[in-house]
C-alpha cells in the first residue's frame, strides 16, 4: 500500500512556506514568502479565505478561534477563524520568528527565534508573561512542546538539539545533529522535532537519512528509522494517535513508519524532487498528510491520504492559480 499525491494546488510564491490544520480536521492554513495567509477547506471545490499580511510569512499555527502567524515585522499576528481577520498582536520581537509550536493540553504557544532564542507564552495569562530560554549559538530553527507541558524540544543553526524543562527552565539535554547555518533563510534542513502525542515519553528527531527516537525519561536512544532514502531528513511528525511517525527529506520523500514495529509501512516522493517546507497529520483523520513544498516557482501544496484509489488528474486540471486567487479575492466587497 502506498501513498498517492493529490492534485497539486498552487498557494504562495517562491520562499518558504508552511501549513498546519485547524483542530477539527475541517481546514488547513497556509502561509508563504509572499506574505499571503490562506484558509483552505478540505473540500476542493471551495476557494479560499485570503488575507495579505505582511511582506512574507514564516509559521502558523491555529489555537482555539486564533490563527498565530510569525510575519515580517517580527510579530505573531492574531486571525481570527474562519473569517481569517486580523485580530491584533500577540507579541512584537527584536527579530523573526521561524517557527511556531501550541501545547497540545495547554494554552502554551514556543515561538523559534532568529536572534538565538526560544520564547514561551502563557495564552491563558493576561500579562502575556514570556519566559526566554536561551544558550543557543545560532537561529532557532524550530520548536516543539510535549503534550503534558513538561518539556520543550528546540533545533538550533548551531547544529545542537536542546531540550529544557518548561517549569524550571533547566537544560535536560543538547544533542549536536543538525548541520551548521547561520539563518533560517539560508537553512535546507529546518531541524523539525516532535515529540510521542500520547505520553511525550519519546521524541523523534531527523539525524542526516535517519530519524532517531529518544527516551526522555534518561535520553537513551528508543530507536532509529531508516529505509533507503539517501538525501537528510528535514521534518518528522507523530501522527495525532502516535501510532505512526511521518518524515520527509530535503529531496522531497516522503516515508512513513509504524511507531510500534518501526518498519517503513509508506514511502512516497514529491514528482518534481524538490524540498518540503512544513508537513502536518489531520487531526481527526490519521492518514490524512497535508505538506507544502519549496521550489523556484509558485508553491503547491500536496495533499495526500494513504488510502485514496489511484489519482486520475494527470494533467493537474484541478490546480488552483495564485495570480487568479489574489484577483478573485482583492476584487471581493467581503474584504
Not at 506574505?35 to 510569512?57: F, L, T, V, Y
Request: contains cysteine; glycine residues 6%.
Amino acid at each position: 500500500m502506498s501513498m498517492v499525491h493529490e492534485p497539486l494546488r498552487y498557494a504562495h510564491d517562491e520562499g518558504h512556506t508552511d501549513v498546519c490544520y485547524t483542530e477539527d480536521g475541517s481546514k488547513f492554513i497556509t502561509c508563504g514568502a509572499d506574505g499571503d495567509i490562506r484558509i483552505w477547506s478540505s473540500e476542493e471545490n471551495e476557494d479560499p479565505i485570503h488575507n495579505c499580511i505582511g511582506e512574507w510569512a514564516l509559521s502558523v499555527r491555529q489555537r482555539g478561534n486564533n490563527v498565530y502567524v510569525a510575519t515580517s515585522s517580527n510579530d505573531i499576528q492574531i486571525l481570527t477563524l474562519p473569517d481569517g481577520d486580523r485580530d491584533g498582536v500577540l507579541d512584537r520581537f527584536v527579530a523573526p520568528i521561524n517557527h511556531i509550536a501550541v501545547g497540545k493540553n495547554s494554552n502554551l504557544i514556543a515561538l523559534a527565534g532568529e536572534d538565538m532564542e526560544v520564547k514561551l507564552i502563557n495564552l491563558e495569562r493576561m500579562n502575556k508573561e514570556i519566559k526566554v530560554l536561551s544558550g543557543l549559538s545560532g537561529p532557532c530553527l524550530s520548536v516543539a512542546i510535549c503534550p503534558n507541558s513538561k518539556m520543550i524540544a528546540a533545533s538550533s543553526g548551531d547544529s545542537k538539539l536542546r531540550i529544557w524543562d518548561i517549569e524550571s527552565t533547566n537544560l535536560l539535554k543538547e544533542i549536536a545533529c543538525f548541520p551548521k547555518v547561520n539563518s533560517f533563510a539560508n537553512a535546507k534542513i529546518l531541524g523539525r522535532i516532535d515529540f510521542d502525542p500520547i505520553k511525550g515519553i519519546h521524541l523523534a528527531y531527523p539525524d542526516k537519512s535517519n530519524i532517531v527516537i529518544l527516551n526522555t525519561d534518561d535520553w537513551s536512544q528508543h530507536a532509529t528509522l531508516n529505509c533507503d532514502v539517501t538525501a537528510m531528513y528535514s521534518i518528522v511528525q507523530y501522527s495525532p494517535c502516535g501510532n505512526y511517525i511521518a518524515a520527509t527529506s530535503e529531496e522531497g520523500d516522503f516515508v512513513v513508519w509504524d511507531a510500534s514495529s518501526q518498519m517503513v509501512i509508506n514511502r512516497s516522493k514529491h514528482p518534481k524532487s524538490v524540498s518540503i517546507g512544513g508537513l502536518m497529520w489531520n487531526p481527526k483523520e490519521s492518514m490524512d498528510q497535508h505538506s507544502v513544498n519549496e521550489e523556484n516557482n509558485d508553491n503547491e501544496d500536496v495533499f495526500e491520504n494513504i488510502n485514496f484509489e489511484d489519482d486520475d488528474d494527470e494533467d493537474n486540471e484541478n490546480a488552483i492559480s495564485v495570480e487568479k486567487l489574489k484577483r478573485q479575492h482583492m476584487e471581493s466587497p467581503s474584504l
